[in-house]
């Protein structure tokens, strides 16, 4: 079997060098980070956000020597603008004034359509989405299937945005809760590509979503690359964090390619059991309880985590990702999430602003 391709879009903060509060600067700065890394570098929805894309890679130390490039140009232009590039989920330091949406056409169109969705004070949130591929839409829509009972696991371990309008949720992924407003947002249904097409044209034909690009499932093929999208994670600042999930999400998903292929029926779940599943991750992460959505179990997530090491083991032998893999997994949980550092980050330091300037710290250090 052929290694599926990797790669990886991450979404990052502008703040403000002094204050560490949200900076709608990203047009600036992604002009002068375009220099170098052409369309690599995209606008989001917010004017404090910025986007940037690898490229497709067939390995880990590819992937990771991606991610550092991209993230080197782009803090590089952050600076050049009186900003810091951030990592994280949600900002730590609220803004101090309402946040702009990115002055183009299609996001104006979004803010005035759901306007009610809209909320300029809290409503930033950075994620990270992996791709997988290549693979025809028949394929990623079937896989996709297949590994939806694993991936409230995998969000676990992603979760680093316990902060928002600086205050504690209890929660290690908060982004998880404040994305959840948007409409398609969750677990993506089960249905085969003529139902699934059909589905998703009635949700643009009924105005449900602006566009097909307003497909948020947490796993769906992508719709302007041939693979299947993974969007369930925090953007993280270390970025050895990014390379574990994305090479247990392609260990996984080498394993259940053939049952995808072969046409075996996925397991059945049951949708308000695994969106529990979901919500569970994102409250209690790494270190807390989680919910296996097949059997209904609640489990300590390391149990789950250890199921799913085992579940990955072969397709991870066949990369040859698994030592490293290990090694990542002993080492974040030696270490803890991010979710865990931010939070160490102000307990060391008693100020959100220190917590920013740690994140900022570790996205930089590639």
């Known amino acids: 079997m052929h290694a599926l391709t990797m790669g990886v879009e991450e979404e990052y903060l502008l703040v403000d060098r002094a204050s560490r509060r949200p900076a709608d600067r990203a047009s600036a700065v992604i002009a002068a980070a375009a220099a170098e890394l052409g369309d690599q570098v995209q606008t989001e ?14 390995d880990t130390s590819g992937l990771r020597a991606e991610l550092a490039r991209l993230r080197r140009t782009a803090v590089a232009a952050a600076e050049e603008y009186g900003c810091r590039l951030v990592a994280t989920g949600t900002p730590p330091v609220p803004p101090a004034r309402p946040l702009a949406v990115t002055d ?3 996001y104006r169109r979004m803010a005035r359509t759901f306007a009610a969705l809209v909320d300029r004070w809290d409503g930033l949130v950075c994620g990270c989405h992996i791709h997988l591929g290549t693979m025809d839409r028949a394929t990623a829509l079937a896989l996709s299937h297949h590994i939806r009972p ?42 085969r590509e003529a139902q699934y097409e059909a589905y998703v044209s009635a949700l643009v034909e009924h105005r449900v979503l602006m566009d097909r690009r307003m497909l948020y499932w947490y796993s769906r093929p992508s719709e302007h690359v041939p693979t299947l999208e993974i969007r369930i994670a925090d953007t993280n600042a270390d970025i050895e964090t990014v390379v574990l999930v994305t090479a247990l999400l392609r260990g996984l998903a080498q394993g259940l390619l053939a049952e995808a292929e072969g046409h075996q029926p996925p397991p059945e779940i049951s ?29 300590p997530a390391g149990t789950l985590v250890d199921r799913l090491l085992a579940r990955a083991a072969p397709g991870l032998e066949a990369t040859g990702d698994l030592a490293l893999v290990e090694d990542l997994l002993r080492r ?18 008693g100020r959100l602003t220190e917590v920013v300037d740690d994140l900022a710290a570790a996205t930089a250090a590639v």
């Not at 929805?45 to 690898?54: G, I, L, P």
């Not at 979760?159 to 947002?185: A, E, I």
């Not at 529990?276 to 989680?290: R, T």
């Not at 974040?332 to 330091?349: K, M, P, T, V, W």
């Open 271 to 299: 949708d308000p059991r695994l969106r529990a599943a979901h919500e569970l991750a994102a409250s209690d992460g790494l270190h807390g309880w989680g919910l296996d959505p097949v059997s209904g179990e609640r489990l």
């Open 104 to 106: 183009t056409d299609r």
């Open 45 to 58: 929805f917010y004017a404090a956000q910025v986007e940037v894309c690898t490229l497709p890679v067939t």
């Open 332 to 349: 974040l949980r030696n270490e803890g999430s991010g979710a865990d550092r931010q939070r160490s980050a102000l307990g060391r330091h």
């Open 150 to 191: 694993w991936l409230p696991v995998l969000q676990s371990l992603t979760g680093n945005s316990p902060f928002l309008l600086g205050r504690d949720t209890g929660f290690d992924s908060c982004r998880h809760r404040q994305f959840s407003r948007w409409p398609t947002v969750g677990p993506a249904p089960v249905m």
